[in-house]
């Protein structure tokens, strides 16, 4: 049976509201925050779905990273990580221990439930005089391979802060600790993307607005510039020395790590959650009036209508109230002009009806009299035969 069919038939996933099948179905114990929720549907020839990290998919994420981070990783290659298996070993003991949290993504063929994308992100809380640095003792790390690599991402952890610590007041936030997707899918930076618009959802609802990451490669820097992340710093890898010994050689010396922070605006929903949200009726946007008492009537009484009133000079108590006597003459002038026009176009209009009245009248006698000559003049037909031999 395939893990996801189980999630399938929960009703706060689908896109409308159903009935519950049965009535003995028991209510879920956890609330729908707390189970796993599709985040985001890749429509392709295969479908892919972007859900939380689950405990399941622990040993399978960590060992999809060993086959394709740890191969990839500029600082994973620099230190020959690969080479080392216990190292290794150890730095999957760390990815667990990041999957464990329940703010990482995976990107699952929907199919057979093969991990294609993963994303591990946590919650930092940052206080004064507290150390930065990593305990490695309490995660049982001890390789040196590892630590050399961690070491670097938490000093430019470090920059970063520095850089946000001026506009922050409450240091906390979401730390991106990488992002990694089989490379040999089609659909491998789209979702790449895809994982990110959807970690904005996780971010949203824990209210954590800040986010940061360091990224080491230049595909994945563009990925951020192109979401509006806003970059921190910059180091070139031939400059990460220690000890006159390079850390991190790169074949490609323009490469460099990047650092990037991010503060979300707004709410963000995944497209399931907004099939579930009411839709707005056009009732909504008009506006709602708001009556008082005072403006409620007697609806057996004639409602109040206001008209203009013409006040003769009796009427007229003071020049303040009313109009000056130039304005009276001008507004009599227009009023005797306007009623002359009027007069005049009457008469016009009476004049063609009377023209027109007269016309009829002549017709209609002009045809009495024919009919009359028509009956008594005894003419005959002239097709009969009027004289006979």
Known sequence: MNYLDDYRNIYWLLSKPVSRPTEHEEEPSDPPWRQTAI????????????????????????????????????????????????????????????????????????ENERIVGVLIAKIMN?????????????????????????????????????????????????????????????????????LLESF???????KVPILIAVMTSFKQQLLLRA?????????????????????????????????????????????????????????????????????????DEEPIRMIKLYLSESDVDSEEEWSTSEEAEIEEADIEEAESEEDESYKNIQRLIDEYHEEHQTEIEEEETLGELSEFSGLTDPSEEVFSE
């Open 39 to 110: 985040w985001a549907r890749i429509l392709r020839e295969r479908k892919f779905v972007i859900i939380k990290m689950e405990k399941k998919f622990v040993d399978p994420a960590a060992e999809f990273l060993a086959k394709n981070f740890f191969k990839n990783d500029i600082l994973c290659k620099g230190v020959s990580l690969t080479h080392d298996p216990e190292s290794v070993d150890y730095y999957k003991d760390l990815m667990k221990y990041w999957l464990r949290d329940r703010t990482s993504l995976l990107a699952i063929e929907e």
């Open 126 to 194: 940052v206080k004064r005089g507290v150390n930065l640095d990593i305990d490695y003792s309490r995660i049982g790390i001890c390789n040196q391979r590892v630590q050399e690599i961690q070491d670097l991402r938490v000093n430019m952890r470090k920059e970063i802060i520095k850089v946000i610590a001026l506009e922050l007041k409450e240091f906390k936030f979401f730390e991106i600790k990488l992002i990694c997707v089989d490379q040999l899918e089609l659909v491998a930076d789209d979702m790449e993307k895809r």
């Open 200 to 206: 904005y959802v996780i971010a949203s609802e824990s």
């Open 227 to 299: 979401q509006g992340f806003t970059q921190a710093f910059a180091a070139n890898y031939e400059d990460l020395t220690k000890c006159d010994y390079v850390l991190f050689p790169s074949k490609e010396p323009d490469t460099s790590v990047m650092g990037f922070y991010k503060f979300l605006e707004g709410e963000y929903r995944s497209a399931y959650e907004e099939s579930l949200l009411p839709k707005r009726q056009p009732s909504d946007d008009l506006p709602v009036e708001s009556f008082s008492e005072d403006s409620l009537t007697d609806p």
